[in-house]
């Protein structure tokens, strides 16, 4: 009797600190939320190398260490050769757009305030300043200024990982237990598979919005309409809430202009939006993976709520990689109910 007790005593003792372990790695893996996005992010940088290596390693035959120094050179080499001839341009017409914002918000109190609607201009601005789940939209751009250390620790990072990628990949499957790491291993494919698509459909669209929104404002006469043009590339990354945050200064500045101007402008930028959603994205559906909007939506609320802006930037790729994990692990491993894994037959 007292040897079974005994025995009760361990098996409770033991369950006790497992609990208490989980909880603890819980607890450290909540506190590193941002480092862990971070690495996130170099897996994305790194999938964009590997992607671009793959290609070259295809077409010239070369090894694959020196297709994936070659994608490196070639991506760094042609953003610093953009910089070089458009850099100047973009810091005039950025600093003018610094200049030119405040100016323009007052312009737009003023008209919104003409028409009696002043106190609820107020009102919401102020709810949009207070602390909530949604002000990582507003908080976004200014975030950025301050996000350079961390986006070349992300970018560094990304370059490790693409040169050695079994590497790093063999030492997180065993971490995995031994049955399983079969498993893990499929899964992480899977996941690396649909990321390349979705990131090859939205690198697309990124370039053709940006082209259209610049060379659209430099038609209506817009001040900056290579930064604004840059800016609506940049933010198309960002699903639902980029195209908004992008059109927002645009129409600030033409607002203060004239009232006509902000209209074309807003029109513009609901053409160009129009034109992604029902003409460019069936042309390239091909390259992306076909993602429910919904499941996009709360994705970008989640992770824009839960760390920042980081978050939302990163909150679609990591919908992606979500996704296709909780198909593979949960839907088809767990509850054996066939279903399609996102891009699995486009390769």
């Given at each position: 009797?007292?040897?079974?007790?005994?025995?009760?005593?361990?098996?409770?003792?033991?369950?006790?600190?497992?609990?208490?372990?989980?909880?603890?790695?819980?607890?450290?893996?909540?506190?590193?939320?941002?480092?862990?996005?971070?690495?996130?992010?170099?897996?994305?940088?790194?999938?964009?190398?590997?992607?671009?290596?793959?290609?070259?390693?295809?077409?010239?035959?070369?090894?694959e260490g020196l297709a994936v120094a070659i994608a490196i050179i070639l991506i760094l080499g042609a953003a610093l050769l953009l910089i070089a001839l458009f850099g100047s341009?973009?810091?005039?017409?950025?600093?003018?757009?610094?200049?030119?914002?405040?100016?323009?918000?007052?312009?737009?109190?003023?008209?919104?305030?003409?028409?009696?609607?002043?106190?609820?201009?107020?009102?919401?601005?102020?709810?949009?300043?207070?602390?909530?789940?949604?002000?990582?939209?507003?908080?976004?751009?200014?975030?950025?200024?301050?996000?350079?250390?961390?986006?070349?620790?992300?970018?560094?990072?990304?370059?490790?990982?693409?040169?050695?990628?079994?590497?790093?990949?063999?030492?997180?499957?065993?971490?995995?237990?031994?049955?399983?790491?079969?498993l893990a291993m499929e899964a992480m494919q899977d996941s690396e598979r649909a990321l390349r698509l979705w990131l090859r459909g939205q690198i697309i669209a990124m370039v053709?919005?940006?082209?259209?929104?610049?060379?659209?404002?430099?038609?209506?006469?817009?001040?900056?309409?290579?930064?604004?043009?840059?800016?609506?590339?940049?933010?198309?990354?960002?699903?639902?809430?980029?195209?908004?945050?992008?059109?927002?200064?645009?129409?600030?500045?033409?607002?203060?202009?004239?009232?006509?101007?902000?209209?074309?402008?807003?029109?513009?930028?609901?053409?160009?939006?129009?034109?992604?959603?029902?003409?460019?994205?069936?042309?390239?559906?091909?390259?992306?993976?076909?993602?429910?909007?919904?499941?996009?939506?709360?994705?970008?609320?989640?992770f824009g709520s839960l760390f920042g802006a980081l978050g939302v930037v990163l909150a679609a790729p990591l919908a992606v990689v979500t996704y296709v994990l909780v198909k593979?692990?949960?839907?088809?491993?767990?509850?054996?109910?066939?279903?399609?894994?996102?891009?699995?037959?486009?390769?």
């Open positions: 009797m007292a040897e079974r007790k005994a025995v009760s005593d361990r098996l409770f003792v033991r369950r006790v600190l497992i609990v208490l372990g989980l909880a603890g790695l819980a607890f450290l893996v909540w506190e590193l939320r941002s480092l862990l996005l971070m690495l996130f992010g170099a897996v994305v940088i790194a999938t964009i190398f590997r992607a671009l290596a793959d290609q070259i390693a295809r077409w010239t035959k070369c090894r341009q973009i810091g005039q017409q950025a600093k003018l757009l610094r200049e030119t914002l405040p100016i323009a918000w007052k312009s737009f109190e003023a008209r919104v305030g003409d028409i009696g609607l002043g106190e609820q201009l107020t009102g919401l601005t102020q709810s949009i300043r207070a602390p909530s789940g949604f002000s990582a939209f507003g908080n976004f751009i200014l975030s950025l200024g301050n996000g350079i250390a961390d986006i070349l620790v992300v970018l560094v990072a990304g370059i490790f990982l693409a040169a050695q990628p079994r590497f790093y990949t063999s030492g997180a499957i065993k971490l995995v237990p031994p049955g399983k790491r079969e053709v919005v940006g082209l259209l929104t610049g060379v659209g404002l430099w038609a209506l006469g817009m001040q900056s309409a290579l930064t604004l043009g840059l800016l609506a590339g940049v933010l198309e990354f960002i699903p639902f809430a980029g195209p908004i945050l992008s059109a927002i200064p645009a129409v600030l500045i033409a607002l203060a202009v004239s009232p006509d101007l902000a209209l074309w402008v807003l029109l513009l930028y609901l053409a160009v939006q129009q034109f992604e959603g029902n003409i460019l994205t069936p042309l390239v559906q091909q390259y992306a993976v076909d993602l429910p909007g919904v499941v996009l939506l709360f994705s970008l609320l989640a593979r692990l949960y839907v088809i491993e767990a509850l054996h109910t066939p279903t399609p894994i996102p891009g699995e037959t486009k390769s």
